[in-house]
């Protein structure tokens, strides 16, 4: 009878160690699902962001592609207008009226002026007042 006792806890003992692997199996296969769907809506929100990043790329691509042809079209009517409304347009354009230019001499005469004007407006600055009777400006000027 002894030997039969010892059986028996041998085949309780195998069926514990038996529930204990089959356990830990189930905890490692629930483990690895848990895993493979954490993965799959990982994949889920990287596709989601690609297709939003994609579609931005796309709308900005499409909105050079409609500028250019925009500015080109603009380009296009301002060439065709110069060349067919040149020759009926009967009034010169500013860019073409003469405008007139001071001449070399003129130019020099002017500075000098100036200059001189600004050396006598200094001297009267720096110099003391005169002794004599005071003298309009305007007597200085009609001579």
């Known amino acids: 009878m002894p030997f039969v006792i010892v059986i028996l806890a041998l085949i309780v003992i195998a069926g514990l160690a038996w ?56 380009i296009a009517y301002i060439v065709w207008r110069q060349r067919s409304g040149a020759h009926a347009q009967s009034r010169p354009l500013i860019r073409e009226v003469e405008r007139p230019q001071m001449s070399g001499g003129t130019l020099e005469q002017l500075l000098q002026l100036q200059a001189m004007a600004m050396l006598q ?9 005169p002794l004599g009777p005071a003298r309009d400006e305007e007597e200085e000027w009609q001579m």
Do not use: D
């Not at 579609?55 to 250019?68: P, S």
């Open 19 to 74: 529930s204990f692997a089959s356990t830990s199996a189930s905890y490692a296969a629930a483990k690895q699902a848990q895993a493979a769907i954490e993965a799959a809506r990982a994949a889920q929100i990287a596709a989601a962001g690609q297709t939003v990043s994609s579609a931005g790329l796309t709308a900005a691509l499409v909105f050079l592609i409609v500028l250019n042809l925009i500015l080109l079209a603009v």
């Open 121 to 129: 407006e200094q001297m009267r600055r720096h110099l003391p007042a």
